[in-house]
């Protein structure tokens, strides 16, 4: 039976946010060879032309103003902080800009702890750190908008901290072989969001995770669209999204496969496991095509709940196996 389609009321991308964007299409357009033919450097200020060999001296150079740093093809061993203001970080050619292995701080490849920041058509592959967080991005503060890049094989794909005023706005990227159970202070995860004022994650995939959670998010608002969670090839995975403390959005029209290699198959999607900190009246699950692998057999819940919230769970298309909802 063909599916309704649902969520066309999202929130509207913040008008700084499209910007960004735009500034990347535009970046987009410029010849690779026109941009690094200002300098030898991989890394150009597209506002001013000046080009640097460190990302990290790029960041510094814009400071706590505003700019845009194209990033040329190539493996880049190096990684950079951002401390303040508001830069985009967009590959000149997408999925050929690759940041591999290397983290600051024994973060992330990029930790961005300023106003906003932009990422669009990045490779991050590889990240792994002592204390088994190793991520692409951390985010420790303000914005943060994502478009059609890739995190992989590594310990996390994106790991935030706290900012109730933050929005995250991810779109057409994908999270492939991420998440880890090893080390004692709990799980990693490929998307792993703290209390931040919105989460929206668009068009985007998940797969072959490693541990923990596909999408684990304490924000206020989440909303999860028209995307894939394809765990057939997971090991020792959870759910696909958990939404710790409760949340308001939507997770619409998406596409859920449950493996079988799971540390964790009593649920597709948590409400509220660890902590009831706010109401999930509203949350809006619907339009998603949610079954198991063909190969797996065994009975589990589409939505579990731990709040008591008024869920809105209107028509899912549900495989053999598949209960609706449990409140827990």
Not at 237 to 251: K, W
């Amino acid at each position: 039976m063909r599916m309704k389609h649902y969520a066309e009321n999202l929130p509207a991308r913040p008008s700084l946010k499209l910007v960004s964007i735009l500034a990347a299409l535009a970046v987009a357009a410029i010849p690779a060879g026109a941009l690094l033919a200002q300098d030898t450097g991989s890394f150009t200020i597209v506002e001013n032309g000046r080009s640097f060999s460190k990302l990290q001296d790029a960041v510094n150079a814009i400071g706590d103003g505003k700019g845009t740093i194209a990033i040329a093809p190539g493996v880049h061993r190096q990684c950079a902080v951002q401390s303040a203001g508001s830069v985009s970080y967009m590959a000149v050619e997408p999925g050929k800009a690759i940041f591999d292995t290397v983290t600051c701080e024994g973060k992330a490849a990029l930790v961005l702890r300023g106003t906003d920041a932009s990422v669009s058509g990045i490779v991050f592959r590889g990240m792994k750190v002592r204390d088994f967080n190793g991520a692409g991005i951390r985010l420790e503060k303000g914005n943060l908008t994502v478009a059609q890049s890739w995190f992989l094989d590594s310990q996390q794909g994106i790991l935030s901290a706290n900012d109730p005023n933050g929005i995250i706005i991810i779109d057409k990227s994908t999270f492939s072989g991420l998440g880890t159970c090893e080390g004692g202070g709990g799980c990693a995860h490929s998307l792993y969001i703290g209390d931040y004022g919105q989460l929206r994650v668009t068009r985007s995939r998940f797969e072959k995770g490693r541990g923990g959670h596909y999408v684990k998010a304490r924000a206020a608002r989440v909303d999860v669209a028209s995307s894939s969670f394809d765990d057939s090839a997971g090991t020792a995975t959870n759910y696909m999204i958990d939404l710790p403390a409760g949340s308001v959005g939507q997770i619409t029209n998406n596409w859920f496969v449950q493996g079988q290699n799971k540390e964790n198959y009593s649920a597709f999607i948590a409400v509220g496991a660890e902590q009831n900190l706010r109401s999930s009246d509203g949350l809006q699950i619907a339009g998603n095509d949610a079954r198991l692998a063909p190969s797996v057999r065994r009975n589990t819940v589409f939505v579990a709940d731990w709040t008591g919230s008024q869920l809105d769970i209107g028509p899912n298309n549900l495989g053999q196996g598949l209960t609706k909802f449990e409140s827990r």
